[in-house]
């Protein structure tokens, strides 16, 4: 890779990080956002409750997507990138400072949700905006690489506020970091935004934009022309994305307070089982990026469908703990492991199913349908389950949920084109739109 293709990257995968920094924050301390922002009416509603608003924000996405992604499609990547860094730094400090249910009452519960719906609104064009970015800054024999660096900043995200979180939880007494420490780690994702800010301002526009812009091929309304000409492309997005997304929530998100909350470890020793996991899955999509440019995209897809086809009810009903503690470990961190490699290579192949002129906004549309409807609801789902059905029985139907979302992202991934990325940046001809 040349040197602008890196800092191109490297500017694109920053809000990808801080997205997911957050999200690692939340799912941490969800617990502690539930009893501090909600009433403790009932054991167990007030992290149900603190869940529903992470997913209630996820709803805003899809509008964020449509006005983000026409940003991007109309007047530049750049643009709708350093907008988006903004939108979603000014909420994660909004948390760290809100006053609790106990000082402000149902006010707290309020600002939380319009927080979290702001920042939903933001979210909605950076993960799309940083896929078409960085793809468009990478040459075609490192497609595999980038899309893998891509899932890469996801887990570093999540591994920099799970690694942060353990550090100030070691360095206070349980009971500073129960009553305020947890709030640190939010106030400090202001800092990272605005050095993210400034980065992105100076980064160069994508070429593939540029091509574009100097040829007179940039459409006025990009999100109506992917609705009406991309349905199909857009339906085997989300397909493709719907059980890496639902995965990493599950594994991410919801797993370290479930292991708080039922399995009474204590919040240090969650957050250590699951940097394990995210350093195991980070090293699963570099190596299954890397095995992508030698393979091929969608083979890699294949067998990591495939073989979470075969292990995810059993590795599910073992993480439970219902069979013990002994096989949770194992079973997490081999969850963690295949997920990975089959995240590697996901973004490359959502990439390739759009043309320049709409790429950020098809990607935008099929990313933030997936997230909204499958991923933020699968900490919701499986909080859900677990107390109507008891942990054994929640856990074995989300397995099954998962299979089936496996077996619909098998039969697109049939669908793909293998050859997506030859003549990268022009738009086939049978979808241009009329």
């Known amino acids: 890779m040349t040197s602008l293709t890196r800092k191109a990257i490297i500017a694109g995968i920053l809000g990808n990080m801080l997205e997911w920094y957050d999200f690692a924050l939340y799912g941490h301390f969800s617990l502690f956002i539930g009893q501090t922002f909600f009433p403790r009416e009932e054991a167990g509603l007030a992290m149900l409750a603190a869940f529903a608003v992470f997913s209630v924000s996820f709803f805003m996405r899809p509008l964020g997507a449509m006005l983000f992604s026409a940003i991007g499609d109309r007047h530049g990547r750049r643009r709708a990138l350093s907008l988006s860094m903004l939108g979603m730094a000014i909420p994660t400090a909004g948390i760290g400072l809100l006053p609790g249910y106990d000082q402000i009452g149902y006010t707290a519960t309020l600002v939380l949700v319009l927080l979290r719906l702001f920042q939903g609104l933001s979210l909605g064009g950076e993960m799309g905006g940083a896929i ?130 039922e399995l009474h470890l204590t919040a240090r020793q969650a957050l250590m089982i699951t940097s394990g996991g995210l350093l195991l899955s980070l090293a699963m999509t570099l190596a299954g990026g890397w095995l992508a440019d030698r393979r091929g995209y969608r083979p890699v897809l294949a067998v990591g469908a495939s073989l979470l086809l ?99 992202a098998a039969l697109a991934i049939r669908r793909l084109d293998h050859r997506a990325f030859a003549g990268w940046g022009r738009m086939p001809a049978s979808e241009s739109p009329s």
Not at 178 to 183: A, E, H, L, S, V
Not at 198 to 213: C, K, N, T, V
Not at 371 to 392: D, K
């Open 132 to 261: 078409t970015y960085v793809m468009e800054h990478t040459p075609e024999r490192r497609i595999g690489l980038a899309s893998g660096l891509i899932q890469a900043s996801t887990c570093t995200g999540l591994l920099l506020g799970t690694a942060i979180s353990s550090a100030i939880s070691a360095l206070l007494t349980e009971t500073q970091f129960n009553d305020w420490g947890w709030r640190v780690p939010f106030l400090l994702g202001l800092l990272a935004a605005g050095i993210g800010l400034a980065i992105r301002r100076h980064m160069p526009e994508s070429a593939l934009y540029e091509l574009a812009r100097s040829e007179d091929r940039l459409l006025r309304n990009p999100i109506r022309a992917v609705l009406a000409h991309h349905r199909r492309a857009i339906l085997l997005g989300v397909a493709v994305v719907t059980p890496m997304t639902c995965g990493f929530f599950f594994a991410f998100v919801y797993f370290n307070s479930f292991m708080m909350a």
């Open 310 to 408: 075969a292990t995810v009810y059993p590795l599910t009903g073992w993480l439970s703990g219902s069979h013990g503690l002994a096989p949770v470990l194992p079973a997490y961190f081999a969850f963690a492991a295949l997920l990975g490699l089959y995240t590697s290579a996901a973004f490359a192949a959502v990439a390739g199913l759009f043309g320049t002129e709409v790429r950020y906004s098809g990607v935008s549309v099929a990313v933030n349908i997936a997230s909204p409807v499958f991923g933020s609801t699968a900490p919701l789902l499986a909080a859900w389950l677990t107390r109507e059905l008891g942990i054994a029985a929640g856990f074995e139907v989300f397995g099954l949920y998962l299979i089936a979302l496996f077996i619909l």
